[in-house]
């Protein structure tokens, strides 16, 4: 459950592995907001929102139970073969995990956007 404004701590967090990906764009924040910033890199953009995560080393099926309604409100965002909607979730000590979200699921990523294969 979204709680007021995304974390300034969880935008430093994140904010160098989204500039390693690309130029950035910080969305506005408030009422209704979806993205708390945009990467446009060569050949794709995406779409992400930042969130802070008491738990975030559980399984693919927990982190999303956790954030059931941002990924609700991201699945809003019109899909497109060149747009990524991800959710970061991000520790208070600064950990970090990416993941795609899916018009059913989540995929996690790994720091430059590329989905992690488990082997």
């Not at 954030?67 to 699945?75: G, H, K, Q, S, V």
Request: hydrophobic letters at 45%.
């Amino acid at each position: 459950m979204r709680r007021g404004p995304v974390s300034q701590k969880a935008i430093d967090f994140a904010l160098p592995v989204a500039l390693a990906r690309g130029f950035v764009t910080f969305c506005r924040q408030g009422r209704g907001s979806v993205s708390t910033f945009v990467i446009h890199a060569a050949g794709y953009t995406a779409v992400v929102s930042v969130q802070m995560s008491r738990r975030l080393h559980g399984s693919l099926a927990e982190m999303e139970a956790q954030f059931a309604e941002m990924i609700a409100l991201l699945r809003l965002v019109p899909p497109g073969l060149c747009r990524s909607r991800e959710l970061w979730a991000c520790s208070r000590h600064g950990g970090l995990r990416l993941f795609r979200v899916m018009e059913k699921g989540i995929i996690e990523l790994g720091r430059d956007g590329e989905p992690i294969v488990n082997a």
